[in-house]
């Protein structure tokens, strides 16, 4: 009888737990999926040819890690951390698509991309900008918003002081070749914007008004200078 009684008591113990953890797997589970589905578009809508695996993790993120797998592994790596701030499929195409990116770079050129790999990590800031710029064609190509992009670093990546001694551009200069690139490349986006509604595009526009002042300075002036973005 004592056998049986502390078989149900065990038994009323365990089983919230056991719940408990199904139910945190499956919520995994859902997110691993969405995250595959999203970048299976991407890579299929442009033709990438090279194999690039994604995988969602609970760990804590490391900025060299991150890198090193999209570079050597060639997998895309979405950390919790990360992905608590998307809040639509846009974002997290813009999440995949850089990591897809830097990926695929990793291809190119001789032993396989291992010189392509070191150049990029020997030059992060000059590939952060093309990865951006890559990422945003990626996504167009895939049927996402590129403002997608915009809103989703706003509300990420912190303002340095300075970047001169980063392996990191500003923040604010980062969104603003961004908006250059949707503005020359994609304006449909921009005429049709959806984000206009959006609080968080809502406080980019305001945070980037020198900025996009600079940028209608040179469209007016009809030059093809880069603009010093601060």
């Given amino acids: 009888?004592?056998?049986?009684?502390?078989?149900?008591?065990?038994?009323?113990?365990?089983?919230?737990?056991?719940?408990?953890?199904?139910a945190k797997l499956a919520q995994v589970q859902s997110i691993q999926s969405r995250i595959d589905?999203?970048?299976a578009r991407i890579l299929n809508a442009n033709k990438i040819e090279k194999r690039v695996i994604f995988a969602y993790s609970e760990a804590e993120k490391s900025g060299l890690l991150e890198v090193d797998k999209d570079l050597t592994r060639r997998?895309?790596?979405?950390?919790?951390?990360?992905?608590?701030?998307?809040?639509?499929?846009?974002?997290?195409a813009a999440v995949l698509a850089r990591k897809i990116a830097i990926a695929f770079k990793s291809y190119d050129g001789v032993f396989?991309?291992?010189?392509?790999?070191?150049?990029?990590?020997?030059a992060p800031k000059k590939?952060?900008?093309?990865?951006d710029k890559i990422a945003v064609d990626y996504m167009v190509k895939a049927g996402y918003n590129p403002l997608g992009m915009i809103t989703y670093i706003?509300?990420?990546y912190p303002q340095k002081r300075y970047d001169m001694v980063s392996n990191k551009n500003l923040t604010s200069?980062?969104?603003?070749?961004?908006?250059?690139?949707?503005?020359?490349?994609?304006?449909?986006?921009?005429?049709?914007?959806?984000?206009?509604?959006n609080v968080h595009y809502q406080n980019f526009l305001l945070t980037s008004q020198e900025n996009r002042r600079k940028l209608q300075e040179k469209i007016q002036n009809?030059?093809?200078?880069?603009?010093?973005y601060e």
Wanted: with cysteine; charged share 25%.
């Fill in 127 to 131: 590939f952060e900008i093309v990865a």
């Fill in 173 to 197: 200069k980062r969104l603003a070749i961004i908006y250059e690139y949707i503005y020359t490349k994609y304006p449909y986006f921009l005429v049709n914007n959806k984000y206009l509604d």
């Fill in 112 to 122: 396989n991309g291992s010189l392509k790999s070191m150049q990029m990590k020997a």
């Fill in 37 to 39: 589905d999203c970048g």
């Fill in 222 to 228: 009809g030059t093809n200078e880069r603009v010093k």
């Fill in 154 to 156: 706003q509300k990420v």
């Fill in 75 to 92: 997998q895309v790596i979405v950390y919790s951390g990360a992905y608590k701030f998307v809040d639509s499929e846009d974002e997290l």
């Fill in 1 to 22: 009888m004592k056998k049986i009684i502390l078989a149900i008591v065990l038994m009323f113990i365990l089983t919230p737990a056991f719940a408990s953890d199904e």
